[in-house]
């Protein structure tokens, strides 16, 4: 079996693994267990898949009713803080990630997010929203001195990226 039924593993089993775990149990039922219960052939069943007896239980019924459902499909939502942004405020971002280059200053998240939350801008993420929303600008980080993150701009040309981190 697949991932459905490994332990901890959380939510509905895939249409094609509720289709094995019920053909174990009619397998159980047929040929090994012929004199047992059904509830004893369906608590065996789930010890051999790893599912439920509420859960074999249930995937019957479906069979009757007219076939196996598919768990839903998983929908992306949109980010509230990051859809906020408007144009304006996106070049806003951009110039104050860019004022630190002119300052000679290093450009870091920490560094950056106490300026995007003042008002030109009134940022109302944090770190992660601030790193979503500088990728989506066109900026990316590149390690310097060992462990300390530089945002750099994609396009930036290689000469301004040696004289901004200085170990290149």
Request: with cysteine; glycine share 6%.
């Amino acid at each position: 079996m697949a991932d459905a039924t490994q332990a901890g593993r959380i939510g509905r089993p895939y249409s094609g693994e509720t289709a094995i775990a019920l053909r174990v149990v009619d397998f159980l039922r047929s040929k090994v267990y012929t004199t047992m219960t059904e509830t004893d052939i369906e608590a065996a069943a789930s010890r051999a898949t790893r599912i439920s007896t509420r859960s074999l239980a249930r995937f019957k019924k479906e069979i009757k009713e007219g076939g196996l459902r598919s768990p839903s499909k998983k929908r992306n939502r949109s980010s509230p803080v990051l859809d906020s942004l408007d144009s304006s405020q996106e070049a806003c971002v951009r110039r104050i990630v860019l004022a630190f280059y002119d300052r000679g200053e290093i450009p870091t998240l920490k560094n950056i997010l106490p300026k995007v939350k003042e008002v030109p801008v009134n940022f109302k993420g944090s770190h992660t929203s601030l790193y979503k929303l500088l990728k989506r600008l066109g900026f990316c980080h590149k390690k310097v001195n060992g462990c300390r993150k530089l945002i750099v701009k994609e396009n930036m040309s290689q000469g301004n990226r040696e004289r901004i981190c200085g170990d290149d």
